[in-house]
């Protein structure tokens, strides 16, 4: 008998102490979130400031030689001081665009070129002007003759690039593009409003974007088809 209520005895104490156990743990529990809970929460960082940034440098804007214009879609002005040799350029380039691609490009404003006037200090002459009004640059059988866009023009203006001229002589001279592409270099004598060719050390004067565009038809013509080849072009170099 009394072995077995030593048995009951211990089993009691044993509940007992798994009771207090968990009593202390839930106590311990409930302190520790009250504790968790009384500590303020951090302080938020605050966003960084932003600093403020260069303003960009702006690029030199690069002319698109890529932007032509579809030549069956130009009409020649009535007072084109050259319609003449224009239309008859468009009419080749459709006809034979093998034999003379010319590249065509949009077209400048009046205010456009008075701009570049005022900002270089040069007057153009009245078929230059006229040139660019038309179109902003003429590519001719692959540089055979171009004219450079104006934006062009005016960039080597500035650079001071006038190698081909004789020395002391550059700031007598505009730099308007090419001939032939090899070296010949397409000027404008800034005095007398002359455009030039300057052929290795010679010049040789045209005077007028209308005799340069006679001579660019009559050396294709002759060089790739022949007098007899087409009447229109006949009609013209060989009245």
Sequence with gaps: MTFLLFIVAVIALGAVTIKLRRHNRQVRQESFRELWNSIPDAPQA???????????????????WSKTIDASTITVPADLPFREEMELLLYMTQKYPDMMPIDFYAPL???????????????LPEQVKALYRFSNGLDIERQTLLFEPLELVEK????G???WAK???????????????DGQYLGLHKASGHIFWHDHGNMTDYDTVKNLLHWAIEFIYEGYLGK????????????
């Design 156 to 159: 080597e203006y500035n650079m």
């Design 46 to 64: 605050a966003p960084p400031t932003p600093q403020p940034q260069p303003e960009p440098v702006p690029s030199e804007p690069v002319f698109d």
């Design 161 to 163: 690039y006038c190698d």
């Design 228 to 239: 007899g080849t087409d009447a229109r072009v006949d009609a013209y170099l060989y009245p």
């Design 109 to 123: 404003s009046s205010t456009t070129i008075a701009m570049f006037e005022d900002r270089t200090g040069i007057r």
């Design 167 to 181: 020395e002391g002589d550059a700031n007598d001279y505009l730099l308007l593009g090419s001939v032939i592409g």
